[in-house]
């Protein structure tokens, strides 16, 4: 649970640059990489990250304008990343502006559970993170080079002469 607006903001601003650059890297054709005909494709992973942001913070008092609907999947891979773009900078400036250190412990319902709003945020950079885990696999099926986010990625290693780590 973020016990600070401070220390949430610093987190955001490194998750949002990560997911953002891989965003950058998507095309319109990698849109349709998937696993299965019955698990979400790339496009449907990535549009939902952008979607996500709203729908996740819905629960509070924030206001903030940034799309909220899942579905149509848009089939530009930059109007993704636009968006995606603009729903962070609006949900950072909404925080700045109406929430303070306080807000991050009050109470709202969410999943039928009543949390803290700093633990709300937590989910947020959670869910995320698990988002871009499952697009960084489809990307490399669908033949894009992957950005490394906690590290070097397999592809930045060889640009070293080196190989990943097993």
Request: aromatic letters at 10%; hydrophobic letters at 40%; a negative charge.
């Amino acid at each position: 649970m973020f016990q600070n607006l401070d220390h949430f903001l610093k987190s955001w601003e490194f998750e949002a640059s990560s997911t953002q650059k891989l965003l950058n890297i998507l095309t319109d054709e990698s849109l349709k990489q998937e696993i299965t005909s019955q698990n979400w494709n790339l496009g449907s992973i990535a549009w939902h990250t952008v979607t996500a942001i709203h729908i996740i913070t819905s629960n509070t008092n924030l206001t903030f304008e940034a799309p909220t609907n899942d579905f149509p999947v848009p089939t530009s891979a930059q109007f993704i990343a636009e968006n995606y773009y603009q729903s962070s900078n609006a949900f950072v400036k909404a925080l700045k502006t109406q929430w303070t250190d306080h807000t991050l412990k009050e109470r709202i319902e969410f999943i039928g559970q009543q949390i803290p709003n700093g633990s709300l945020l937590l989910f947020l950079i959670q869910h995320q993170t698990h988002h871009r885990g499952q697009m960084t696999v489809l990307m490399r099926q669908a033949g894009l080079t992957v950005p490394g986010i906690y590290g070097p990625s397999k592809e930045e290693w060889a640009k070293f002469g080196m190989n990943a780590p097993q």
